[in-house]
T-cell receptor, first 114, second 109 residues
Framework: DGGITQSPKYLFRKEGQNVTLSCEQN?????MYWYRQDPGQGLRLIYY???????QKGDIAEGYSVSREKKESFPLTVTSAQKNPTAFYLC?????????????FGPGTRLTVL | GQNIDQPTEMTATEGAIVQINCTYQ??????LFWYQQHAGEAPTFLSY??LDGLEEKGRFSSFLSRSKGYSYLLLKELQMKDSASYLC??????????WGAGTKLIIKP
């Protein structure tokens, strides 16, 4: 079955630690995205990548980093510079490099920083 | 700035019809999406409108008026499983997706 996987579903970390969230897709999609969702708010774009070895900052990139070494994978690192990292993180992908196609989402990772 | 407005929360009765509105002000327009998101889960695609008019898909329909910057999602024959948040998103002139905050729909028996 084609789809997007994110792991783990729940993640707990101590303040000051970096943490990497994984995102893998086998849909052969070109573009991949990372969003953050806080209670009562919409999705906010952290980073996106339209092609391997290239990525762009979204609206709230500070304190985050990404890589896109393979088409299938787009890991997100939440660094200690992110002041309020506790949130629900969603990875998505879409065919093509323009946001006119349906985005497919992974199940999400809920990160709690203690 | 770019802005998408949706009601924060709506309540409806099982078996009834509900209309969720979305108004947008964006730099250009290249399509509008509706997604459904159950609590703690990922959003799933419901509909896409790029031309004016009504798109019907089973119990769900979506309407678009580009001149008014307005869309609505119409849900008929409501079921308890329709309790979820409904997210409106617009693709702007740079082909970037702008998301609304979502409307939480509560269905009562």
């Amino acid at each position: 079955d084609g789809g997007i996987t994110q792991s783990p579903k729940y993640l707990f970390r101590k303040e000051g630690q970096n943490v990497t969230l994984s995102c893998e897709q086998n849909l052969n999609h070109d573009a991949m995205y990372w969003y953050r969702q806080d209670p009562g708010q919409g999705l906010r774009l952290i980073y996106y990548s339209q092609i391997v070895n290239d990525f762009q900052k979204g609206d709230i990139a500070e304190g985050y980093s990404v890589s896109r070494e393979k088409k299938e994978s787009f890991p997100l690192t939440v660094t200690s510079a992110q002041k309020n990292p506790t949130a629900f993180y969603l990875c998505a992908s879409t065919q093509g490099d323009r946001d006119i196609n349906e985005q497919f989402f992974g199940p999400g990772t809920r990160l709690t920083v203690l | 700035g770019q802005n998408i407005d949706q009601p924060t929360e709506m309540t409806a009765t099982e078996g009834a019809i509900v209309q969720i509105n979305c108004t947008y002000q964006t730099s250009g327009f290249n399509g509008l999406f509706w997604y459904q998101q159950h609590a703690g889960e990922a959003p799933t695609f419901l509909s896409y409108n790029v031309l004016d008019g009504l798109e019907e898909k089973g119990r769900f329909s979506s309407f678009l008026s580009r001149s008014k910057g307005y869309s609505y999602l119409l849900l008929k024959e409501l079921q308890m499983k329709d309790s979820a948040s409904y997210l409106c998103a617009v693709t702007d002139s740079n082909y970037q997706l702008i998301w609304g905050a979502g409307t939480k729909l509560i269905i009562k028996p």
